[in-house]
């Protein structure tokens, strides 16, 4: 089974500065999905980024990018100019390729994203 | 829809009771999951439903959970004599074809006093 960790339960940052979250994963599989998503309090799950495994380039989505170490199982996100509504829990997920069934996606236990005004 | 619609946004129910919660999921999409979200934790998978296949069951925590869905349609997980560790946010997602992004929706808190 596939486990995914955050270690950093919360933090903290200063709007208009750079943030980065850690994750790492354990797998025996080669293939698969990694996700960050965020859920404000409305408590609602939504897709910040994602990463296929099969690829070396590393994903970015405007001010979010990640960095994907694979042979380290790791799977930063990197916020930059952080604004306030970037304020949330984040969780990192595993997903399986192909995908769906069993485990559907495997999450981290989040982290908690405080921006400073 | 326009997005995973689940209902009542809140519960609260006495313990002993039983509960049924609701996941409208987008309209099309084959696969709806339902994943679990006690305070302060990440999502624990509870079900997986892809299209007519047996549904996958794999994480339900015991026998009084059980969830149903009527073809790619409506999907009802109901919790059956109701204790205080089952409180938590129940969240459904669902997705084009099992494969593609989940879309989730706002969840239900549930608190059993």
């Known amino acids: 089974a596939q486990t995914v960790t955050q270690s950093q339960p919360e933090m903290s940052v200063q709007e208009a500065e750079t943030v980065t979250l850690s994750c790492t994963y354990d797998t025996s599989e080669s293939d698969y999905y990694l996700f960050w998503y965020k859920q404000p309090p409305s408590r609602q799950m939504i897709l910040v980024i994602r990463q296929e495994a099969y690829k070396q380039q590393n994903a970015t989505e405007n001010r979010f990018s990640v960095n994907f170490q694979k042979a380290a199982k790791s799977f930063s996100l990197k916020i930059s100019d952080s604004q306030l509504g970037d304020a949330a829990m984040y969780f990192c997920?595993?997903?399986?390729?192909?995908?769906?069934?069993?485990?559907?996606?495997?999450f981290g236990k989040g982290t908690h994203l405080i921006i400073q005004p | 829809g326009a997005g995973v619609s689940q209902s009542p946004s809140n519960k609260v129910t006495e313990k002993g009771k039983d509960v049924e919660l609701r996941c409208d999921p987008i309209s099309g999409h084959t696969a709806l999951y339902w994943y679990r979200q006690r305070l302060g934790q990440g999502l624990e998978f509870l079900i997986y439903?892809?299209?007519?296949?047996?549904?996958?069951k794999s994480g339900l925590p015991s026998d009084r959970f059980s969830a149903e869905r009527t073809g790619e349609s409506v999907s009802t997980l109901t919790i059956q004599r109701t204790q205080q560790e089952d409180s938590a946010v129940y969240l459904c997602?669902?997705?084009?074809?099992?494969?593609?992004?989940?879309?989730f929706g706002q969840g239900t808190r549930l608190t059993v006093v």
């Open positions: 997602a669902s997705s084009q074809d099992g494969e593609s992004e989940a879309f």
């Open positions: 997920a595993y997903r399986s390729w192909p995908g769906g069934g069993a485990d559907g996606l495997t």
């Open positions: 439903f892809q299209g007519n296949s047996a549904p996958d």
